[in-house]
């Protein structure tokens, strides 16, 4: 999915592509989980205590990929979504991996080899969309499609 995907989308461009294949073919098994899977932002709302997300639990179900994967596909969309830095990234891991028991390196690289297989699934979710919509919606996906590029591109250069 990660090579199909960013090869299309990148139009070619895509050194350390290899690189962040071998990453994710580098991890060790790990217990999958069905995911939240697409974190969008606007899936979020402000409450009380804290910021929940609406529909949370039926994204995990059905036909969508990614299916039944390791958590840190979910920590990779968070990052990608909220645009987080390094720093909040490896904050975001520690975190997980407290509440989880995992060690906290193990976390960071599970987190880290995601990146990329995330962005380029939204990626390739965007562009047929972007593609159909009119008007505002058109927009709105150009600048999704834009966001999940860069984010792309970011991580394949981190993994070159």
């Known amino acids: 999915m990660l090579e199909v995907n960013a090869r299309e989308a990148l139009a070619g461009h895509d050194a350390g592509l290899a ?3 071998r990453r994710l073919e580098r991890l060790p098994e790990r217990e999958a989980v069905i995911p939240d899977a697409r974190l969008d932002l606007h899936e979020w709302i402000a409450g009380a205590h804290g910021h ?8 995990g179900d059905g036909l969508r990929l990614p299916g039944p994967t390791d958590p840190a596909w979910d920590l990779a969309g968070a990052v990608v979504e ?3 830095d390094a720093a909040a990234a490896a ?3 520690a975190h997980h991996a407290t509440e989880t028991r995992e060690g ?5 690289v ?3 080899a995601y990146l990329a297989p995330y962005a380029a699934w939204r990626l390739a979710d965007a562009l047929p969309s972007m593609g159909e919509a009119e008007g505002g919606d058109r927009l709105r996906f150009q600048r999704r499609a834009a966001r999940y590029r860069r984010a792309l591109g970011a991580a394949l ?3 070159a």
């Open 104 to 108: 906290p390196r193990e976390a960071v």
């Open 52 to 59: 929940p997300k609406v529909d949370a639990p039926d994204h």
């Open 110 to 112: 599970a987190l880290t």
């Open 91 to 93: 904050e975001l891991a």
């Open 82 to 84: 909220l645009g987080l």
């Open 19 to 21: 690189a962040a294949v």
């Open 157 to 159: 250069r981190a993994s």
